[in-house]
């Protein structure tokens, strides 16, 4: 299974990004999808997540400012930044938990990052 994110780039403080991640290859279904980032020196840190159903969670820091969404068929996380900010800037992370099989564990499977600096 494969996440690949899209999106990151440069924007300066108060305008917007979109991140998309997508997963692919023997998926049967997905439970979690998230987004996770991480800063120069930082520990990774858990930025939104959204289930199947789509009940959502958001990191303090960007309640209001991001909203994650999800395309189920198309096994698919979105982020929609809004307002960034410089304490935005970070390598994004998206993730989803899942199972190959009807009859197999769930597991955590992890995409590459994709950076978003927020700069003058």
């Known amino acids: 299974v494969q996440l690949q994110a899209y999106g990151g780039g440069l924007v300066q403080p108060g305008g917007s990004l979109r991140l998309s991640c997508a997963a692919s290859?023997?998926?049967?279904?997905?439970?979690?999808m998230g987004w996770y980032r991480q800063a120069p020196g930082k520990q990774r840190e858990l930025v939104a997540i959204?289930?199947?159903?789509?009940?959502?969670n958001y990191a303090d820091s960007v309640k209001g400012r991001f909203t994650i969404s999800r395309d189920n068929a198309k096994n698919t996380v979105y982020l929609q930044m809004n307002s960034l900010k410089p304490e935005d800037t970070a390598a994004y992370y998206c993730?989803?938990?899942?199972?190959?099989?009807?009859?197999?564990?769930?597991?955590?499977?992890w995409g590459r990052g994709t950076l978003v600096t927020v700069s003058s």
């Open positions: 959204v289930t199947t159903g789509g009940t959502t």
């Open positions: 993730n989803a938990n899942g199972r190959r099989g009807a009859y197999n564990n769930y597991e955590l499977w």
């Open positions: 290859g023997s998926i049967f279904s997905i439970n979690v």
